[in-house]
Structures are given as C-alpha cells and as structure tokens.
C-alpha cells in the first residue's frame, strides 16, 4: 500500500477554536488523517513555514443566484459567489433555498440544486426560507427537507413577499422544536418600517440615506425582542441575524442573561460601516443599503464589544450582491429609485475573512481562536456540519487556510473575484490576507490566483445541529 500522503502541509501553526499546536498536517482523500510534529512524505507538500493555518472559513449566512422579483437580479451565481468565496479563505457556503409564497417549499429546494450543481467551487448547504408555512409545508414538506439534509431555516418579519405574521412564526417554530432544526429570525418591524417609509416618502425624503430613517435602531430592538419572547414560549432555541447595533445586542444580553437560548449573528457591515456612508454624494450611498442598516461609530464599538465578550456566535458576510451600475441592481430599471426600491444588500463574501482577521484580531479587539469560532467552529456547529467542518482534526475535511499574516493589502474591487462592480470596504488598508485556499486538499486559491474549477464543489446534508436541541429536552430524547 502507498502510504505516502496526498498532500502533507508543513510547519503549520494550526490554530482552531480552543488550540493552537505546531504540526505537520497530513491529508488523504480529501481528508485529515494525521497531525504530528513530523509527518512521511506527502505527492504534495507545502511549507506553511510557522504560518498561521485555520480551518476554511463556513459562511453561515450568503446569498447566491437567489430568485428575486424582477426587475431585481442578484450579481452573483454559484460559480461567481463560490469562486469569491475560495479566494478570500471560506469553503463553505451556505445561501438560502427560498419558497416564494403560494410554492411548494421542496419545489424551491429542487430549483436551487439546478442553480448550485455543476457551478459551485466549494462545498455546500442551503438554508430554507420559509415564506409560505401553509398546512402541507408544515406537516409533510420541511420535516421532509429537515430529514434530508436541510436543517436550518430562516424566517422574516418584514418585506411583503417574505414576512410571516407572529403566528405564522409560532407555527414554523413548533416544527423547528419538534424536529430539531435551526431556526433563523430577521428581526424588523415591518409596520413601523411601511409607516415611517410613508411618511419619509410624502415628504419628498427619497434620498438613499433615508433607508437608514426608515429602519430606526426601535424598529430591530421591537422584533428582536418579540423573537426572543417566541423562543421562549416555545423553549426552542433561535438565532438572530444581522445584529446591527447596542439596541437589539440588549435585547440578546437579557435573554442570554435569563438563560434563553438566543444565539446571534453579526456582519462586517456593522463593524465597518456607519449611516453615514448611505449619505454619499449623489446616489452612492445606495451601494450601502441593506437591513437592518449600518448605525454609527458608537454602535460599532457596542457590535465591537459583543463579538469579544461572547455575546455573538458566528460572523457571517450577508453576502447579498447587486451591482451598482445596473438596471438589475442597485439602480433598478435604470434610474435613481427612491430609496424603499433600492435591492437591500451589499457584496462581501471574500471579504469577510481579511476584514475580521486585520480588523479583529490584528488590532488585538479579539484573539485567533474567537476569530475561528467566529468564522468557521460555531457557524458548522449551528447548522449541523461539525466537525466534518470548521476545525482542523483528524476526520475533518481538509478545508484550510495559509495565512500570508504579514501582508500589507489595500481592498480594491479590482482584486475581487465576484461579479459585483463595487466593494463597500475600497481602500480599507488591512494587514494579513489568506496564501492558500485548500479545500478537501486541493489548492482552491494559491499565489493570487484562483485555483478551483465549477461543479467540484459538493452539497452538504447537514446534521440536526447539537445547539438547536431545546433545553429542557433530555439528552438522546
Ligand atoms: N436580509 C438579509 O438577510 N440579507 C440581505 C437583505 C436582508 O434584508
Ligand atoms: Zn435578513
Ligand atoms: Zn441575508
């Protein structure tokens, strides 16, 4: 038998969420099969030479080739979003499989397998929206899509063609509950926001800015709230996404306080960018709308504070990709739209990694291993991919990065591999940057240059996750 390895990396200072250990990593298969100090020969070696090594990043939170209604039309497909992915360090997506209201919830699985197969350069798994929860959905098709493989689904509280009412939610929960899966809420008062966004209207406030009037920092602290008191009557356990400032972080403190099971999400959006970028000169400041809205410097720090104290669980892009100069995106139907028809969402799934790795634990705001928490051990332990994903072990895929941890690298979107055609963090200068993408072994991005190929990356049936269990359910029950 030829036990050499396929591919041993060298000198690693391996870092995941609880260790760090200096170890030759050796991979077979696609694999991780030995971690030691010196391993045999591999048909490919590479020396990371005492660089830094953490698992490939698992984007928690994406969206790709989503269907949108027209004229809208997301930037990026599988191919395009996972080939942007690959460079900037995550090999694992996981976009959402979205019912439009009135269809089948498994019928929207079936069409995102299309969307994904053959296109997607990095493993894969999708979320459930559930925007329909009629009778059939409840009962027969997302205990169905939860046995197979699709174990978290997100739910919304605003926009028309998404929201549920709040007993729409009780009812989706319940399933959630019963079958173990992760549910995700976006939490938005949808009238307060139609009221408001009236208002603003009639009075001739249209400008970009006024999405971040529109949507008050009351507007998430309300719904986030009323998620958590949901959590609990129900005792199943949630996560908040896009967590955008102190107010909703409140909000998550006390229940965490209370003992609730309220996990939360959060965004480079929130740590980088404030309302004030939605004020740029001329229509500009529509290449930073999304929900809920970048705050201010002060609720930064407050965002700041959270991802060091362990208030957050995962660090997610929200990946939401329109293009600015396009009749499909950000300037709909070819015009200035007034600001409530603007396509929410901004473009950062390269981008995530860097950001917090420079941002985070460059400036010392958080250590190496909360950044892999963040990152990649506890977004593949909420949606039920641990430990094949998001640590480095024997038995996890080889999905890893070589950080260049040195690396002086201005943002650029010329630099970027999605099919946006702007980044909302352009000349943020940062320090370090991912070498090498490896995922299940193979150089997915090596020396600037995107390595993989369409179609290799494969679907992920995720696992009941562990922390959707309710609490007073009993072990093994
Ligand atoms: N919610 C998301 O999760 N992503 C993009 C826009 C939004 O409102
Ligand atoms: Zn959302
Ligand atoms: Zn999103």
Redesign the pocket.
Same mark, same amino acid.
């Given at each position: 038998m030829n036990d050499r390895f396929d591919l041993v990396v060298r000198n690693a200072v391996a870092v995941t969420a609880g260790d760090v250990q200096r170890c030759d990593i050796g991979v077979r298969g696609g694999r991780i099969v030995a971690l030691a100090e010196r391993l045999g020969p591999g048909e490919r070696e590479i020396d990371a030479a005492g660089r830094t090594v953490t698992p490939g990043g698992v984007d928690g939170?994406c /969206?790709l080739d989503q269907p949108m209604p027209a004229p809208m039309r997301m930037a990026d497909d599988f191919l395009t979003g996972t080939r942007s992915a690959a460079c900037g360090g995550t090999t694992t997506v996981i976009p959402f499989a979205a019912q439009k209201k009135g269809e089948s919830l498994r019928e929207a699985v079936e069409d995102y397998h299309r969307r994904a197969e053959g296109k997607a350069c990095i493993d894969y798994a999708f979320h459930l929206i559930v925007s329909d929860p009629s009778e059939r959905v409840l009962r027969d098709e997302l205990p169905q899509l939860i046995r197979d493989g699709c174990t978290s689904f997100?739910v919304?509280m605003?926009?028309d063609d998404l929201k549920l009412s709040d007993r729409q939610i009780l009812d989706v929960l319940e399933v959630a509950r019963r079958e173990g899966a992760m549910a995700m809420v /976006?939490a938005?008062n949808s009238d307060c926001i139609a009221w408001l966004t009236e208002k603003l209207v009639a009075s001739g406030h249209t400008a970009p800015r006024h999405h971040a009037d529109s949507r008050p920092a009351p507007v998430e602290r309300e719904a986030t709230h009323r998620a958590i008191t949901f959590s609990e009557l129900l005792d199943v356990p949630i996560l908040i996404?896009?967590v955008s400032g102190a107010d909703a972080l409140e909000q998550i403190r006390w229940a965490q306080g209370r003992s609730l099971n309220i996990y939360a999400e959060t965004c480079p959006q929130y740590l980088l960018l404030t309302a004030e970028h939605l004020g740029l000169e001329g229509f500009q400041g529509a290449k930073y709308v999304?929900?809920?809205p970048p705050r201010d410097k002060a609720n930064q720090q407050r965002i700041w504070d959270g991802l060091a104290k362990g208030a957050f669980h995962v660090f997610s892009s929200?990946h939401?990709p329109f293009r600015y100069e396009d009749a499909h995106g950000k300037k709909l139907g070819g015009k200035e739209v007034a600001f409530q028809y603007i396509p929410?969402?901004i473009p950062g799934i390269e981008t995530r990694l860097p950001l917090l790795f420079s941002e985070g634990v460059g400036e010392g705001r958080i250590d190496l291993h909360q950044f892999v928490a963040l990152t990649a051990t506890n977004p593949a332990r909420m949606y039920g991919l641990y430990p094949r994903k998001g640590t480095i072990a024997v038995g996890s895929d080889a999905d890893l990065v070589i950080w260049d941890d040195q690396r002086e690298q201005t943002i650029g979107n010329a630099m970027l591999h999605h099919a946006v055609d702007y980044t909302p963090y352009e000349g943020m200068r940062l320090r370090g940057w991912p070498a090498v993408t490896l995922s299940r072994g193979e150089a997915v991005w090596e020396d600037g240059e995107f390595r993989g190929r369409a179609g290799r990356g494969e679907f992920l049936k995720c696992g009941l996750p562990d922390p959707a269990r309710p609490r007073t359910r009993a072990a093994g029950a």
């Open positions: 939170h /969206h997100k919304y605003t926009y /976006h938005e996404v896009h999304c929900s809920p929200d939401a929410n969402g």
